[in-house]
């Protein structure tokens, strides 16, 4: 039984700060885990994640702006989001990759957190 909790969402302005965190149980090895985000009329994209090798990956329109850590102690990923802009507005969804016995990595969605930029 997988279960991710996510934490963090809500009301910033821009140019403002937020942190979201997601925390994973259930799995014994995971292979990856991020951060993923949807806007309205838009396709879910990669927002950044990190891998069991500690590499990480961002989308270029948050380089240098959002920063994504890893707790392994207590299998949480932390996104911290600087500098949000309008354009960060969206659904933020947590994102875990477990592998599972005769398959490749399954994976799993928190149930979707609401960031809004707005002054």
């Known amino acids: 039984q997988v279960r991710l909790v996510e934490s963090g969402g809500g009301l910033v302005q821009p140019g403002g700060s937020l942190r979201l965190s997601c925390a994973v149980s259930?799995?014994?090895?995971?292979?990856?885990m991020g951060w993923y985000r949807q806007a309205p009329r838009k396709q879910r994209e990669l927002v950044a994640a990190v891998t069991s090798d500690g590499s990480t990956n961002y989308a270029d329109s948050v380089k240098g702006r959002f920063t994504i850590s890893r707790d392994y102690a207590v299998n949480t990923v932390n996104l911290q989001m600087n500098s949000v802009e309008a354009e960060d507005t969206a659904v933020y969804y947590c994102?875990?990759?477990?592998?599972?016995?005769?398959?490749?990595?399954?994976?799993?969605w928190g149930q979707g957190i609401q960031v809004v930029v707005s002054s």
């Open positions: 259930g799995c014994e090895f995971i292979n990856e």
């Open positions: 994102n875990v990759k477990c592998p599972t016995s005769g398959a490749t990595a399954t994976d799993y």
